[in-house]
């Protein structure tokens, strides 16, 4: 596939995986994304999952077409992208592996050498000349790893961004939710944690004239630019996306459920554009987790188990907590049969978290909404929407 007249896809498509880095749920498969540039000197931008060695060779010899490659640069070391450095080696031993020091130090954990005689450790702003194509590297620390680095191509204007503006689903897959879903699924259950360090990385790009972004998955960007960076700068800034409110509950033998339906239809009788239900024992963890941070208000609706939070509901906030989750208005509806306590704690885990505005009055519901209850949700959703 032809990105530039010089630059090309050498990456593959992953269906056989069942869950991508050993959590996220990905139905419509994966792709690990590789490129080459074809010029005086040739470089190679990172490899592919281990299982995928053969594909990728096959792949990249056939836009080799018979020459050699001078180096391989290294973006990023997690195994996805870098399983098949040896395999590389071995076919391409005179090639030289392009680097940040720290990227070399995990080579050596990954496959006991760090290739000491034949690399290129490079640092923020260095250059690399292929010839028409020159390369400048940008350091790109927890995004998502600390080794990583990206790589700016000032003749086509590509920057080739690792990890960043990636994507779930394979590139052989129509996506009919569009480009977002899956890959603010993708931002906020894996680089979510780091937003202050993709928000400095956006910062140092904007200093390049880009026509084309290259990611280590998900599809190439060259149209609309603006739309994707838009969305990764309010995503990396926590800011709200979407107008709305996510209820994210838990509900035992239906009780909880009910008020959480009543909250929903008054909050939509009340103006609310959207309001997102979430069952956070159905739900996939990582869509409840990116509805978090998409939606400027949400209620937490759970059950007290062993004098504590419902364990669904306690799992999912420590994934809030994980990933720095702030500046959002909360409210919570608890339900407990003899000693409701899921409020209490649900503030006490919250305590930390920077800007959040938890209304004070929680719904407190013993067994099955009153008619009190109701009276007090119908207030809550004014309130919410205030
Ligand atoms: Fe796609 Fe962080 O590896």
Same mark, same amino acid.
């Given at each position: 596939?032809?990105?530039?007249?010089?630059?090309?896809?050498?990456?593959?498509?992953?269906?056989?995986?069942?869950?991508?880095?050993?959590?996220?749920?990905?139905?419509?498969?994966?792709?690990?994304?590789?490129?080459?540039?074809?010029?005086?000197?040739?470089?190679?931008?990172?490899?592919?999952?281990?299982?995928?060695?053969?594909?990728?060779?096959?792949?990249?010899?056939?836009?080799?077409?018979?020459?050699?490659?001078?180096?391989?640069?290294?973006?990023?070391?997690?195994?996805?992208?870098?399983?098949?450095?040896?395999?590389?080696?071995?076919?391409?031993?005179?090639?030289?592996?392009?680097?940040?020091?720290?990227?070399?130090?995990?080579?050596?954990?990954?496959?006991?050498?760090?290739?000491?005689?034949?690399?290129?450790?490079?640092?923020?702003?260095?250059?690399?000349?292929?010839?028409?194509?020159?390369?400048?590297?940008?350091?790109?620390?927890?995004?998502?790893?600390?080794?990583?680095?990206?790589?700016?191509?000032?003749?086509?204007?590509?920057?080739?961004?690792?990890?960043?503006?990636?994507?779930?689903?394979?590139?052989?897959?129509?996506?009919?939710?569009?480009?977002?879903?899956?890959?603010?699924?993708?931002?906020?259950?894996?680089?979510?944690?780091?937003?202050?360090?993709?928000?400095?990385?956006?910062? $140092?790009?904007?200093?390049? %004239?880009?026509?084309?972004?290259? =990611?280590?998955? /998900?599809?190439?960007?060259? *149209?609309? &630019?603006?739309?994707?960076?838009?969305?990764?700068?309010?995503?990396?800034?926590?800011?709200?996306?979407?107008?709305?409110?996510?209820?994210?509950?838990?509900?035992?033998?239906?009780?909880?459920?009910?008020?959480?339906?009543?909250?929903?239809?008054?909050?939509?009788?009340?103006?609310?554009?959207?309001?997102?239900?979430?069952?956070?024992?159905?739900?996939?963890?990582?869509?409840?987790?990116?509805?978090?941070?998409?939606?400027?208000?949400?209620?937490?609706?759970?059950?007290?188990?062993?004098?504590?939070?419902?364990?669904?509901?306690?799992?999912?906030?420590?994934?809030?907590?994980?990933?720095?989750?702030?500046?959002? $208005?909360?409210?919570?509806? %608890?339900?407990?049969?003899?000693? =409701?306590?899921? /409020?209490?704690?649900?503030? *006490?885990? &919250?305590?930390?978290?920077?800007?959040?505005?938890?209304?004070?009055?929680?719904?407190?519901?013993?067994?099955?909404?009153?008619?009190?209850?109701?009276?007090?949700?119908?207030?809550?959703?004014?309130?919410?929407?205030?």
């Amino acid at each position: 596939m032809k990105i530039t007249n010089d630059i090309k896809y050498i990456g593959v498509n992953d269906h056989l995986i069942d869950l991508f880095e050993g959590q996220f749920d990905v139905p419509n498969g994966m792709s690990y994304n590789s490129y080459v540039i074809l010029d005086e000197k040739i470089a190679v931008f990172d490899t592919v999952d281990a299982r995928f060695g053969d594909a990728w060779m096959q792949n990249l010899k056939r836009e080799l077409n018979g020459k050699e490659p001078s180096y391989l640069i290294v973006q990023h070391m997690e195994p996805d992208h870098s399983s098949n450095i040896t395999t590389f080696k071995r076919e391409y031993p005179n090639a030289q592996i392009v680097a940040s020091d720290k990227a070399f130090l995990m080579m050596k954990q990954f496959f006991g050498s760090d290739y000491i005689d034949s690399r290129i450790v490079v640092k923020e702003n260095d250059t690399l000349s292929l010839g028409k194509h020159n390369l400048t590297f940008i350091t790109a620390p927890m995004v998502h790893w600390p080794e990583v680095i990206m790589t700016y191509d000032s003749y086509d204007k590509v920057l080739f961004s690792a990890d960043a503006f990636g994507k779930f689903g394979a590139l052989d897959v129509q996506d009919e939710d569009g480009w977002a879903c899956e890959a603010r699924r993708y931002y906020f259950g894996i680089v979510g944690k780091y937003g202050m360090q993709a928000s400095n990385l956006l910062k $140092k790009a904007s200093a390049f %004239e880009i026509n084309t972004i290259c =990611p280590l998955h /998900g599809p190439v960007l060259n *149209e609309n &630019l603006s739309y994707y960076i838009d969305l990764y700068k309010t995503w990396t800034s926590y800011e709200v996306e979407s107008e709305g409110v996510v209820i994210s509950y838990t509900s035992v033998y239906g009780n909880t459920k009910k008020a959480v339906e009543l909250l929903r239809d008054e909050l939509l009788e009340n103006g609310c554009p959207k309001v997102v239900l979430n069952d956070l024992a159905r739900v996939d963890k990582h869509e409840a987790i990116e509805d978090a941070f998409r939606y400027g208000t949400m209620v937490l609706a759970t059950t007290t188990y062993n004098n504590d939070i419902f364990p669904f509901m306690r799992e999912f906030l420590y994934e809030l907590l994980e990933r720095g989750y702030k500046n959002r $208005k909360i409210a919570i509806i %608890e339900n407990g049969s003899w000693a =409701p306590s899921a /409020g209490k704690k649900i503030r *006490e885990a &919250l305590a930390n978290l920077k800007g959040l505005d938890i209304l004070e009055a929680d719904v407190t519901i013993r067994s099955s909404m009153t008619e009190q209850n109701r009276e007090e949700i119908k207030t809550l959703a004014k309130a919410l929407l205030n």
